[in-house]
């Protein structure tokens, strides 16, 4: 009988053992998953990734929450507590994260533990606009604190609030305590400081700031940073110090894609600086490639190439560079304008039309970024059309566009001598602008109006077969043929492409001579007796001698251009 209470009582005391066992393997498991979770958030947070951070962090604080629930007065509580400090804090939800922290302190005899937690409640404090009490909450924990990441962390927030309070070296000085203390905050310090050195106009150290964060491969997640960085600092000191800014992505160890993003970023300040060469190289190297940033590169050397245009046929070139980057809407954009400028001065030189100049001078000027074309179209105009009352306006937008003593002094003088013409007497003043002056640019508006309809529809009739050919060239051949040539050395290609411009060409010839009888396939705008040595904007063998175009006489049929005052009237 006594054998078998005592059996009893040992199983009972078996189970209860069992069930404590349990219970406290329960406990710790939620602690340990709420580390994990805790860890992992940071790391997210790390990498620029606030969703995840988030739901990591507020995991941590599901499950530290349960552990503590658990037993408030046990081994781990304080722990639990922590992690629930910590967590809500980098959640932004300082009411939560300041009451777990302080029962934390009220109730835990871990000396690291307090030290971590008043390092935290400084955080807070400073997040919450007391930053005196912040300040000082962290200058008495921070050298308590055995966490190397968490002191790192402190001395950032302690450099922010400096920098916010007006005392700037104390920031710069507590960014560098920061750096040093600990690689892992090495990105978000380089971030701070590029940010600081903006906002404080120091370059030195905005500059430190991006090289790091170029270095680092964890940086790439910051791409868009650095990019609107260096957008801002172009600004502020100018496009050649803002690509020395970039300059550490020659060496940047970030993927092809995002360094190749921020290398384009600085051949375009490089270019925009003045230093066309070396962005040159730069764009070109980029454009060998096939992804979207090789095809924004070409569009790059494309616009950088028609900056410098002054004659027609140089077209060829930039088209044979932008057929590859078809695929963007920016390169067929480009494709059409040029095509659009050639047909205007093509109407002009074979239908008398002489505003069809006027026209493409200012699609030159205004959609192709190519100011040197536009001048000898605006020059051209005037010279065609002596003694209308736009020639004063093309003689002032080709001022506008050259800061070339010999080039300005004839213009200048020519318009000296239009004293009476109504743009002249309207540059006077505004009062000077009269209904007649209204009535004039109306009837300019409408007719390049009409020549920009039939411009276009010309060019829509023309282009089918082109635009095919090029779109066949994008898709079949490209992949293939980028990838030989730049085996065989070839930079940009533009030996390939150049033999393609000229297939497509003879298909617009072909176009040409069924729409304009006469015109040979070497005659790309104009008729071959009308060519003339003396200007200089159009192919050799395409230029139409004055007495041509002065004597022209409108060709009959319902193509015929409107006359000025036929343009007046609609």
Not at 55 to 67: L, P, T
Not at 125 to 140: E, N, S, V, Y
Request: glycine share 6%; net charge negative.
């Amino acid at each position: 009988m006594r054998a078998g209470r005592h059996w009893v009582k040992s199983a009972t005391a078996a189970a209860t053992l069992c069930a404590c066992l349990v219970v406290g393997c329960a406990y710790f498991n939620a602690l340990y998953n709420a580390r994990r979770a805790f860890e992992d958030a940071q790391a997210a947070r790390l990498r620029d990734q606030p969703l995840e951070a988030a739901s990591a962090y507020q995991e941590a604080i599901d499950k530290a929450a349960r552990s503590y629930r658990s037993d408030e007065s046990g081994r781990w509580a304080d722990d639990a507590l922590y992690i629930m400090g910590r967590a809500y804090f980098h959640s932004g939800d300082w009411a939560r994260s300041r009451a777990a922290l302080e029962r934390l302190l009220a109730t835990s005899s871990d000396s690291s533990l307090h030290a971590g937690a008043r390092v935290y409640l400084g955080g807070v404090a400073l997040a919450t606009g007391r930053r005196d009490l912040g300040m000082r909450l962290l200058d008495d924990a921070l050298e308590e604190v055995p966490d190397a990441m968490l002191r790192a962390e402190a001395h950032l927030w302690r450099a922010r609030a400096a920098f916010d309070a007006g005392r700037a070296q104390e920031g710069w000085a507590g960014l560098d305590r920061s750096e040093a203390v600990s690689r892992e905050l090495k990105v978000a310090v380089a971030l701070e400081r590029l940010a600081r050195g903006l906002e404080n106009d120091h370059f030195e150290n905005a500059r430190a700031g991006a090289t790091t964060v170029l270095e680092q491969e964890s940086g790439e997640a910051w791409a868009d940073t650095v990019l609107a960085a260096a957008e801002r600092a172009s600004l502020l000191w100018g496009a050649g110090s803002a690509a020395a800014m970039l300059a550490a992505a020659e060496r940047s160890e970030w993927a092809p894609a995002a360094r190749s993003r921020i290398r384009l970023e600085r051949a375009t300040l490089l270019a925009r600086a003045g230093d066309s060469v070396a962005a040159g190289e730069m764009a070109g190297e980029l454009a060998r490639g096939d992804d979207r940033t090789a095809r924004e590169a070409r569009i790059a050397l494309a616009r950088w190439r028609l900056n410098s245009v002054d004659r027609l046929e140089e077209f060829e070139e930039v088209r044979a560079i932008l057929l590859p980057a078809i695929a963007l809407s920016e390169a067929v954009r480009l494709i059409d304008y040029m095509e659009h400028v050639g047909l205007f001065v093509e109407r002009a030189a074979m239908a008398g039309d002489h505003l069809a100049l006027f026209a493409g001078a200012e699609l030159a000027r205004d959609s192709l970024g190519s100011p040197r074309l536009a001048l000898q179209l605006f020059t051209l105009y005037a010279d065609r059309d002596r003694g209308s009352a736009w020639e004063a306006k093309a003689l002032m937008a080709a001022l506008e566009l050259t800061d070339d003593a010999q080039e300005r002094q004839p213009l200048a003088a020519r318009l000296s001598q239009l004293d009476d013409n109504i743009y002249v007497q309207a540059s006077a003043g505004a009062e000077a602008r009269s209904a007649d002056y209204a009535m004039v640019e109306g009837r300019l508006g409408t007719s390049l109006a009409i020549l920009h309809q039939r411009v276009a529809a010309e060019a829509a009739n023309r282009d089918v077969a082109v635009r095919e050919a090029a779109r066949s060239l994008d898709s079949i051949r490209a992949a293939e043929e980028l990838v030989r040539r730049i085996a065989a050395g070839d930079s940009l290609l533009l030996d390939s492409l150049r033999l393609d411009s000229l297939r497509l060409d003879s298909l617009r010839a072909d176009s040409l001579r069924s729409s304009a009888p006469g015109v040979t396939p070497t005659d790309a705008f104009f008729a071959p007796d009308t060519v003339s040595q003396t200007d200089s904007i159009l192919p050799g063998d395409s230029v139409p001698r004055r007495d041509t175009l002065e004597h022209a006489q409108p060709s009959p049929g319902p193509g015929r251009p409107a006359s000025e005052s036929e343009a007046g009237a609609a």
